[in-house]
Antibody, heavy 116, light 110 residues
Framework: EVQLVESGGGLVQPGGSLRLSCAAS????????MSWVRQAPGKGLEWVAN????????YYVDSVKGRFTISRDNAKNSLYLQMNSLRAEDTAVYYC?????????WGQGTLVTVSS | QSVLTQPPSVSAAPGQKVTISCSGS????????VSWYQQLPGTAPKLLIY???KRPSGIPDRFSGSKSGTSATLGITGLQTGDEADYYC???????????FGGGTKLTVL
């Protein structure tokens, strides 16, 4: 059974940083694209970033380019999202998901709140 | 403004059929598979349809997907009150080099 468990969310001040983690199990992690998708309170889904199975390709939505960095550790079956220079508009539930763009499997999400 | 366009809401009576449209362009739906998701309040999205018209194991055949040109459609037959949820379409966009989702459609079963 595929399991994706996010951690690392919380309250952070504007301009601050946060690192999200996602522990994956139940599939051959290194063989799959992985994505982060977020959902602001009361809003729709927004794709944030993805990374190829071997880490050789990464893509980002324009609004986070230069601020967020996606990475993975295939030895630990883990996905990460380093978020710097956080803004109020980054407040959202962040989902770890398996797939390049419209993922097949999703975690339960971790809430990131950017507020002073 | 979402890259993929969905109606904000649809409604129908129990037992009836409803369709939800997802309109895009040649850089996304026109050249890539579409997935559909159901999101119940307070939960993560759940995959309903992948590769435009395939159902994952465990998804009833009341749910169907189709694609034509730059548009895709989700169909739900035999509506149940438990189908009340938000529904999203998603795919890849080659012009943006990014994943894209529709704005979501809220289904009400009257």
């Amino acid at each position: 059974e595929v399991q994706l468990v996010e951690s690392g969310g919380g309250l952070v001040q504007p301009g601050g940083s946060l690192r999200l983690s996602c522990a994956a199990s139940g599939f051959t992690f290194s063989g799959y694209w992985m994505s982060w998708v977020r959902q602001a309170p009361g809003k729709g889904l927004e794709w944030v970033a993805n990374i190829k199975g071997d880490g050789s390709e990464k893509y980002y939505v324009d609004s986070v380019k230069g601020r967020f960095t996606i990475s993975r550790d295939n030895a630990k079956n883990s996905l990460y999202l380093q978020m710097n220079s956080l803004r109020a508009e980054d407040t959202a539930v962040y989902y770890c998901a398996c797939g390049k763009a419209a993922p097949d499997y999703w975690g339960q999400g971790t809430l990131v709140t950017v507020s002073s | 403004q979402s890259v993929l366009t969905q109606p904000p809401s649809v409604s129908a009576a129990p037992g009836q059929k409803v369709t939800i449209s997802c309109s895009g362009s040649s850089s996304n739906i026109g050249n890539y598979y579409v997935s559909w998701y159901q999101q119940l309040p307070g939960t993560a999205p759940k995959l309903l349809i992948y590769e435009s018209n395939k159902r994952p194991s465990g998804i009833p055949d009341r749910f169907s997907g189709s694609k034509s040109g730059t548009s895709a459609t989700l169909g739900i037959t035999g509506l149940q009150t438990g189908d009340e949820a938000d529904y999203y379409c998603g795919t890849w966009d080659s012009s943006l080099s990014a994943g894209v989702f529709g704005g979501g459609t809220k289904l009400t079963v009257l």
